[in-house]
């Protein structure tokens, strides 16, 4: 038999499905937050949507990361090593004061349990995880919601307002961020929506 030479042109390869990510409406974020079991869990909700924050850069936050005079927060070494500034609203900084008089963090602001890696050492990203889904559940939200949900709907409802906003997220590209309009099938929101954001509330 004789062997054909094949092109890489010719070749198919399987498709990968792209699905849209799962935003929130303000209501279910509302509703998300205020259904935290504790001041813990709340603020680490209210820190993912309020800066859309990766899980992990939440836990490895430290104390002095906090700047309340240039309202933000420095991320260090985020996703590709970089460091960054993300902006903080009036009312996060305030839910993170009434933490911090609450817990008293000494270098981490979500510190391990003694019991656990000791509290000089950050929480696991499992703590991120159990806040999102301890909340999602009393609050009866059947979505699958998880610490990417709010980061998503933080990026959904900035996308269309403010470039800025995005590359302090670390969702610069494009291609990152082409997926909320994608084909209209998710429509930009007003500015006045936009405005309504529940951790201002």
């Not at 906090?66 to 090593?81: A, L, T």
Request: hydrophobic fraction near 35%.
């Amino acid at each position: 038999m004789k062997r054909r030479d094949l092109d890489f042109d010719d070749l198919v390869f399987p498709k990968t499905p792209k699905k849209l990510p799962i935003v929130l409406s303000h209501e279910e974020v509302t509703r998300l937050i205020e259904a935290a079991p504790n001041l813990l869990y709340r603020t680490i909700l209210m820190i993912l949507y309020g800066t859309g924050l990766r899980r992990v850069e939440v836990v490895r936050l430290k104390v002095n990361d906090i700047d309340s005079q240039r309202m933000v927060i420095r991320v260090r070494e985020g996703k590709g090593s970089r460091d960054r500034d993300v902006p903080v609203s009036p009312k996060l900084l305030e839910s993170l004061r009434e933490y911090y008089r609450w817990n008293k963090p000494k270098e981490y602001l979500f510190p391990s349990s003694p019991g656990h890696r000791g509290m000089d050492q950050p929480a696991s990203d499992k703590t991120v995880w159990n806040a999102c889904q301890a909340a999602a559940k009393r609050a009866g939200l059947r979505k699958h919601i998880g610490a990417h949900t709010l980061r998503h709907t933080s990026a959904y409802y900035t996308t269309f307002q403010s470039s800025f906003i995005l590359k302090t997220i670390g969702l610069g590209r494009a291609r990152s961020t082409a997926v909320y309009g994608r084909n209209g099938q998710l429509a930009p929101v007003s500015a006045r929506l936009a405005r309504l954001n529940p951790v201002e509330r």
